[in-house]
């Protein structure tokens, strides 16, 4: 039987075409690293308060090539590498829902940053390979500072599984990204608005009970992830409607979940605007097909 480990924990942190044209006049080793990092934190703030998501889909792709010259030039800067993973697994994740083979070679690109980025610190690269129970003594060496390297990486890494159900290695791995979330979960609950709690709240989901699939767990996760967010991150929701809702054949609370979603304003929170518009946009999609799902 095979398993559908559809972690979709959607996350951004997306940008702006007409820097490839400003920065293409620049030699790139000129610029600082602290240079690029602080130009790419302005471009992630800048995009995060977007309503005009067509402008976001048409202009990441630039902006992926703009984050991997950065990365070649400056290939063990851990800052960029991070940026890297969260960005390439961002726009995967929003975007590429048509495209499996896209989105699986994005995630894929991901992955590669976060675990470079990982690998900086103590026995991370070396455990890599070994079986989970050697590879999680590495993970007592990674504390809060680390914490964005570890979700990123579990994120992209993870959303590669899901494409790559078809690979017995691949689905191997599976115990290897819960450890980096629960870790994740130990240091920084909080961590992009719950984050973690949302993904552990998918994977208990995608499983089967007879595999493990714990809907109560879930219920959990996905109540953690309000609280933490504030109930301000809408995207929280539609993935409680998608999934929770839906495995539990609920549909009043699947409607009345989503109609929270959609009566909401998107920028209640400015820099949660993009991600909150992206959430109306899949909620009403999600409504228009509820006699389908129930």
Same mark, same amino acid.
């Given at each position: 039987?095979?398993?559908?480990?559809?972690?979709?924990?959607?996350?951004?942190?997306?940008?702006?075409?007409?820097?490839?044209?400003?920065?293409?006049?620049?030699?790139?080793?000129?610029?600082?690293?602290?240079?690029?990092?602080?130009?790419?934190?302005?471009?992630?703030?800048?995009?995060?308060?977007?309503?005009? *998501?067509?402008?976001?889909?048409?202009?990441?792709?630039?902006? /992926?090539? @703009?984050?991997? &010259? !950065?990365?070649?030039?400056?290939? +063990?800067?851990?800052?960029?590498?991070?940026?890297?993973?969260?960005?390439?697994?961002?726009?995967?994740?929003?975007?590429?829902?048509?495209?499996?083979?896209?989105?699986?070679?994005?995630?894929?690109?991901?992955?590669?940053?976060?675990?470079?980025?990982?690998?900086?610190?103590?026995?991370?690269?070396?455990?890599?390979?070994?079986?989970?129970?050697?590879?999680?003594?590495?993970?007592?060496?990674?504390?809060?500072?680390?914490?964005?390297?570890?979700?990123?990486?579990?994120?992209?890494?993870?959303?590669?599984?899901?494409?790559?159900?078809?690979?017995?290695?691949?689905?191997?791995? *599976?115990?290897?990204?819960?450890?980096?979330?629960?870790?994740? /979960?130990? @240091?920084?609950? &909080? !961590?992009?608005?719950?984050?973690? +709690?949302?993904?552990?709240?998918?994977?208990?989901?995608?499983?089967?009970?007879?595999?493990?699939?714990?809907?109560?767990?879930?219920?959990?996760?996905?109540?953690?992830?309000?609280?933490?967010?504030?109930?301000?991150?809408?995207?929280?929701?539609?993935?409680?409607?998608?999934?929770?809702?839906?495995?539990?054949?609920?549909?009043?609370?699947?409607?009345?979940?989503?109609?929270?979603?959609?009566?909401?304003?998107?920028?209640?929170?400015?820099?949660?605007?993009?991600?909150?518009?992206?959430?109306?946009?899949?909620?009403?999609?999600?409504?228009?097909?509820?006699?389908?799902?129930?």
């Amino acid at each position: 039987m095979v398993m559908d480990y559809r972690w979709k924990v959607v996350l951004l942190g997306v940008f702006s075409l007409p820097l490839i044209v400003h920065f293409g006049c620049i030699p790139s080793k000129r610029l600082t690293v602290a240079a690029v990092g602080s130009i790419l934190e302005d471009i992630a703030s800048s995009s995060s308060k977007q309503t005009d *998501v067509t402008v976001i889909r048409e202009g990441t792709p630039a902006y /992926l090539m @703009l984050i991997d &010259g !950065f990365i070649e030039a400056y290939p +063990h800067n851990e800052e960029l590498l991070i940026a890297g993973a969260k960005a390439y697994s961002s726009y995967a994740a929003l975007f590429t829902d048509q495209d499996q083979e896209k989105a699986k070679g994005l995630y894929l690109r991901g992955k590669q940053y976060g675990i470079r980025a990982l690998s900086k610190h103590g026995q991370f690269e070396e455990l890599l390979s070994k079986p989970v129970d050697q590879f999680r003594t590495c993970l007592p060496g990674l504390g809060k500072k680390d914490v964005p390297a570890l979700f990123w990486t579990a994120s992209s890494w993870g959303n590669w599984i899901s494409l790559s159900t078809d690979s017995v290695e691949a689905m191997a791995e *599976v115990p290897k990204v819960l450890c980096l979330m629960e870790r994740v /979960l130990e @240091l920084d609950e &909080g !961590f992009y608005y719950g984050g973690a +709690h949302l993904f552990m709240a998918v994977y208990h989901l995608s499983r089967p009970k007879a595999y493990g699939g714990n809907p109560e767990k879930a219920q959990r996760h996905f109540e953690k992830a309000f609280e933490v967010s504030q109930e301000k991150f809408l995207m929280s929701h539609v993935l409680y409607a998608k999934y929770y809702a839906r495995q539990t054949f609920d549909r009043e609370l699947f409607v009345l979940t989503l109609e929270k979603v959609l009566e909401t304003p998107a920028d209640s929170v400015p820099e949660l605007t993009l991600l909150n518009t992206m959430a109306k946009h899949q909620a009403k999609g999600l409504l228009e097909r509820v006699d389908d799902y129930f």
